[in-house]
């Protein structure tokens, strides 16, 4: 089927679930932040659980055609997988700058990082038995997790990166093995850092990717708008690199940035997750103007190349927009499907 539709990652959890105001009041946690739920820990899972089916409830009612989980046992995208790792000291934790210039408390690495158990293949299994759907499961990259993280254990950034990326390596194939149709690696910090990017994030992401024979996207972006308002319009700072990543498709924002789209055709050996809905815009889109970001992409992409998603962190909308803008999507994938069926 051309053009199906799909979300990033994450969907927006309940405000029963998770207090919604210190979420977005805050920069994404990359420690744990067990303060934000609603929930007693001992009830907390259970929750958790009837909150991923109302997730995935939403995305079939809106008629996406690749479900995820909506990250929604996670504090943010990256600190669950990240905290359940060996070698932290998460008791103790060290400092970062995030993305936007500020301190961030981030895990500390005090020793060889080791992936002992799994951490989201529980998660699969939940999604897998819940849909008949094809199904997408998101992990944070090795150069990220390295960015979010205070090294006091390697002797470089870039050590530190491959460790991570055995970590994802294991993760990866064990979820696979659950039942994932798609494996996603989120590395924004590829776009905030592309200096150090260049240096060793495709070595990093591409040992994390050794091996595997699954359908996998890199997600590269600009950040969560409800954090990063200004986006921009020059594009990407690190992207034709991603040609030389042995990943499948990469996932990138091209909505609220209004992105030059002839960048995509540097990337011709990849489909193309293509975010056509403005999360920084609280209004949803007509089917229309989802058709007309779709349509600015194909003079570079191949149509059969393109997966039809949002621009990053839907989390932070509120849920009725959210629907909203999903079943948008889906309206413009289909304006497309029957123009070119008709061209």
């Not at 907390?44 to 909150?51: F, K, S």
């Not at 299994?125 to 997790?145: E, Q």
């Not at 993280?149 to 530190?160: G, I, K, L, M």
Request: charged share 25%; aromatic share 6%; with cysteine.
């Amino acid at each position: 089927m051309l053009f199906p539709v799909t979300l990033v990652g994450s969907f927006p959890q309940p405000e029963w679930l998770i207090d919604r105001a210190r979420l977005s009041a805050r920069l994404p946690p990359r420690v744990r932040a067990k303060e934000l739920w609603r929930i007693p820990e001992a009830l907390l899972e259970e929750a958790q659980r009837d909150a991923t089916l109302v997730a995935i409830r939403a995305q079939e009612e809106a008629g996406l055609d690749i479900i995820t989980d909506g990250e929604i046992r996670r504090e943010s995208y990256s600190n669950r997988f990240a905290t359940g790792l060996d070698g932290i000291d998460l008791d103790n934790p060290g400092t970062a700058m995030d993305r936007t210039g500020h301190p961030n408390p981030v895990p500390r690495i005090v020793g060889p990082i080791r992936r002992t158990r799994p951490v989201e293949v529980e998660d699969v299994r939940f999604l897998r038995a819940h849909t008949a759907k094809p199904i997408k499961i998101t992990v944070p990259g090795p150069f990220t997790m390295t960015q979010q993280a205070q090294n006091d254990f390697y002797p470089d950034d870039e050590s530190a990166a491959m460790a991570y990326a055995d970590a994802v390596n294991a993760e990866i194939r064990d979820l696979f093995a659950a039942g994932a149709d798609i494996v996603q690696i989120d590395e924004p910090y590829m776009q905030a850092r592309p200096e150090k990017a260049r240096q060793y994030a495709i070595k990093a992401i591409n040992r994390a990717l050794n091996g595997i024979t699954g359908t996998t996207i890199v997600h590269i972006c600009f950040g969560y708008a409800a954090v990063v308002h200004e986006k921009p319009a020059t594009g990407y700072s690190f992207l034709p690199e991603l040609r030389d990543c042995s990943c499948h498709q990469v996932s990138l924002e091209t909505a609220q940035p209004n992105l030059d789209c002839k960048v995509l055709s540097r990337l011709d050996n990849k489909k193309i997750l293509l975010g056509v809905i403005d999360l920084g815009d609280p209004d949803v889109e007509t089917a229309d103007k989802v058709a007309s970001r779709i349509r600015r992409a194909l003079p570079y992409v191949k149509a059969e190349n393109i997966i039809v998603a949002p621009d990053c962190g839907m989390k932070y909308l509120p849920r009725e927009t959210a629907i909203g803008k999903m079943r948008a999507m889906v309206a413009g994938a289909a304006i497309m499907r029957k123009e070119l069926a008709g061209a």
